[in-house]
């Protein structure tokens, strides 16, 4: 009897526990049926519906600070470049620095500080400053105006006395520092020792090998040539008498082709003309620095006969010997040969490098 009791009271408190689960689910889905119809919306939602062209709905954006798109490329700023070295220089001859200021500088102020910083160099140095409305260098010097952003510093590494050495690369690379540091300039970028100074002495070594000047003399059979004829024979084929001492023969622009120079010690002077006498007279072509050398020299050999047979004397070679055609044809052979070489290494005689290159 007992037994049956506790099954019935078993039976029913299981039967309570259903019915209270049953009715919590009942509530909960009660409640959230009524929560989807407060918030549900009947408008539709375009973002998330796919287009009528079949192209899929753009992606929805949530809520923010709205942000512009970036500028292309083309429209933002740009930072200018560094120019060109100018092209009056050369890498192979110049050792080249550039400075550049966050401001213009006066070039007063680079001028009078690199006069301080570079000087006891062996070797030339030109400064150079960019004009930029004009979009080129140009050549600064003690009268120069204006302001720049960017400046050049260019050392010649090599000229008829040799190549640089050591203590002027150090000395000029140092020197350039310092004026970057005097005008608060950035850094500038140096270039490597080992490189430079082996750059120099290659080209020191190819100059030492086309470096040729050739000279003609014009001696007296008897006595002596008075100053006075040789300065009017001089002028009448068109030679001029330089600061140097010696007659100049120029081209349109001025450039020497050769000289006539006194054979004995001594320098032609204006006021000194009247009173000179002389055994002999010397014309020279300077190879490496005038262009079509062999046609130059065969003006200088005309110039020579005529001196040699108005004035009473030989056209004779540095050994006395007489310079005749057969000697004439073998010296322009040369100088073509020397002068294809220098313009196959890319410095072409009488050129403005040869210039620099071979400067008296």
Known sequence: MDSELQIALIGAGLAAVVLIVGYNKWQERKHRRQAERAFRSE????????RADGEPAAERREPGIARSEPRPFSEAPVKRSAPEVPNFLDERADCVIRLETIEPLDVHQIWATQNEQL????????????????????????HSA???????????LVDRQGSIGEADFMRFTGGVQRVADAVMALPPGLPLRAETLRNATELDRFCADVDVQIGVNVVAREGQFDGRVIQQLAERQGLKLGSDGSFHAVDDQG???????????????PEGMKQLVTQGLTLVID?????????????????????????????????RAPFGTEAATIIRSQIEQFQARMAEHGIPAGGPLAQRLFAV
């Open 146 to 156: 204006g302001a720049c952003h960017w400046f050049c510093a260019a050392l010649q």
């Open 255 to 269: 450039t020497s082709l050769f000289t006539l120079s006194n054979l004995e010690p001594g320098l032609f002077a």
């Open 287 to 319: 190879v490496p620095r005038v262009a079509n050398g062999s046609a130059v020299f065969d003006r200088l050999m005309r110039v020579a006969g005529a001196l040699a047979e108005q004035l009473g004397g030989d056209v004779v070679d540095d050994n």
């Open 43 to 50: 408008h539709r939602d375009v973002l998330l519906e796919p």
């Open 119 to 142: 000087a006891g160099l062996s070797k030339p140095v030109r400064w150079f400053g960019f004009n930029d409305s004009q979009n080129l260098w140009q050549p600064l010097g003690p």
